[in-house]
């Protein structure tokens, strides 16, 4: 197994329990105990964990993977996700993204269902870019910046390490100037009376805000997130339109949803 991939396992684990104990963790992955106390250390450095004697726990109370490590996670759920929720959008639209590894995948989907010749395929307009999409993510913004049919709007403001979202004043500024056709959310839980949240305050007021300026709203989110809670509400069930999410969401909860008015689309 290599360094990377122990790191991955031993967050996932952390993120799981709120702490990791040496031994468990060595046996766990099948390594040597020095092997893990190194692998705790160097992610300590990195302000991952907190390191305890004989092992670590959770950095700060809501506790949010970095998204480089959460990219693995249900990744097939989240492609297939992707795929279904790019295909609801229509040429020439403008789309709002906010962060996430499953937003990450909607903007894959949407720069190949754009992609040139498909684009025109689909009715796009010549003249015109086949998509507007309007995101405060950094990373979901590098990747479309070099697709000439899609124009990429960004938003100003402070980079938040973990998730690459930029956020304060200078992203609201941004925001309320522009008009979205619909927003593609990802959220970190979903609870039938809360509605829709995010662990960090200022990444959900942004996402909050997002929805403010769409005239639908689509939250992409895989199963793991259903009747989960996080620290900060995006907004309630009753702004969103559609949820798409897997297979294995249960049925109580997609009752649950319908009768709050929200549509199901499970892949």
């Avoid at 105990?33 to 302000?47: F, G, K, M, V, Y």
């Avoid at 709203?217 to 999410?245: P, Y």
Wanted: aromatic letters at 2%.
């Amino acid at each position: 197994m290599s360094k990377h991939d122990r790191w991955n396992t031993l967050l996932e684990l952390l993120a799981a329990s709120g702490k990791l104990e040496v031994e468990e963790a060595a046996t766990t992955l099948d390594v040597s105990a020095a092997t893990i106390r190194r692998d705790l250390d160097e992610l300590a450095e990195q302000q991952l964990l907190v390191r305890t004697r004989g092992g670590a726990v959770a950095h700060g109370v809501s506790y949010e993977l970095p998204l480089r490590y959460k990219s693995t996670r249900r990744a097939s759920e989240k492609r297939r996700i992707a795929e279904a929720a790019a295909d609801l959008v229509a040429p020439g639209e403008v789309v709002g993204l906010n962060g996430g590894t499953t937003t990450t995948e909607v903007a894959r989907a949407l720069a190949l269902r754009f992609a040139s010749g498909r684009a025109e395929a689909l009715g796009a307009a010549p003249a015109g870019p086949a998509l507007t999409v309007v995101t405060n993510a950094l990373n979901i913004a590098g990747e479309l910046a070099v697709r000439p049919q899609i124009k990429i709007v960004t938003t100003g403001g402070v980079a938040r390490p973990q998730t690459y979202e930029l956020v304060g004043p200078l992203t609201v500024g941004v925001l309320n100037e522009v008009v979205l056709d619909a927003v593609v959310l990802g959220v970190d839980g979903i609870d039938p009376e809360l509605g829709v949240m995010a662990h960090q305050e200022d990444e959900a007021s942004i996402s909050r805000l997002f929805t403010e300026r769409a005239s639908r709203v689509v939250v992409v989110t895989d199963s793991s997130k259903m009747g989960r809670r996080a620290f900060a509400r995006i907004c309630g069930l009753d702004r969103i339109d559609l949820l798409v999410t897997d297979t294995d969401i249960a049925p109580e909860t997609v009752a649950q949803l319908t009768e709050a008015g929200v549509r199901v689309l499970a892949v």
